[in-house]
């Protein structure tokens, strides 16, 4: 069981070009939607929303906003670097089974959140916790998950009526792949390498 684990850990991978676009049985999305619900949250407050968005123009036209982030963000970078980043995909939304949009309401749980007095951000932090059981889950289920945040919040609560209180989190292309990459995408194309593990271990205080 422990194996299994880390086994998933070590092959879970933020996919954009592999998505097959084969659909994703019911009871598949289901329990990895089900994984998502299960994670930690402060106060038991579970914050989270699950947007499952099949809709082929709903995606063709987050897929457009988002080319229009991705030229933003291109259009800040020094020349050598817009080099290195015109190679890279940056999402595979029309080209996944499907998207789960992942938004986190603040106001759940009221006004006493147990954990949350001191840190505001531990809300935030539980709803990201639900993206980490969600992305795990589906990789042991043989899927695919890309992680896309090239988008302004509003644009997103616009598209699927989401409440003006509650934060889109994340635009997760779900869905089936013809594979995993075994080396993250950024560093295939030279954008940025993992660091290593000793690097970001501490002993006791910061500087040992
Ligand atoms: C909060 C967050 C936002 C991300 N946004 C994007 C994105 O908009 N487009 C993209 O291609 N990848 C995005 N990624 C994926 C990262 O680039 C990826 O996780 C990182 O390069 C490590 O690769 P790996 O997940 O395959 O190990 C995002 C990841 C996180 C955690």
């Not at 049985?25 to 939607?33: N, Y």
Request: some cysteine; aromatic content about 8%; glycine content about 8%.
């Amino acid at each position: 069981m422990t194996a299994t684990l880390y086994d998933v850990i070590e092959r879970r991978r933020d996919v954009r070009a592999e998505f097959t676009g084969a659909p994703v049985p019911d009871d598949v999305l289901l329990r990895v939607l089900g994984a998502a619900h299960r994670a930690p949250s402060v106060g038991m407050s579970q914050p989270w929303d699950f947007v499952v968005v099949r809709d082929a123009a709903t995606r063709q036209a987050f897929r457009d906003h988002v080319a229009g982030e991705r030229d933003t963000f291109a259009a800040s970078l020094p020349p050598e670097r817009r080099a290195t980043f015109d190679r890279i995909k940056v999402e595979g939304i029309c080209e996944s089974s499907m998207g789960v949009v992942v938004t986190h309401d603040q106001s759940r749980g009221g006004t006493h959140v147990l954990g949350r007095h001191a840190i505001a951000d531990t809300g935030l932090f539980s709803t990201v916790l639900a993206i980490q059981n969600l992305w795990l889950a589906a990789t042991a289920e043989g899927l695919g998950v890309g992680w896309v945040s090239f988008y302004r919040e509003q644009f997103l609560r616009d598209l699927l009526g989401i409440p003006d209180h509650v934060r889109p989190v994340a635009w997760l292309c779900l869905g089936t792949v013809s594979h995993l990459e075994t080396v993250p995408d950024l560093e295939r194309h030279g954008w940025r390498s993992r660091r290593p593990l000793a690097d970001a271990v501490h002993h006791d205080t910061w500087s040992s």
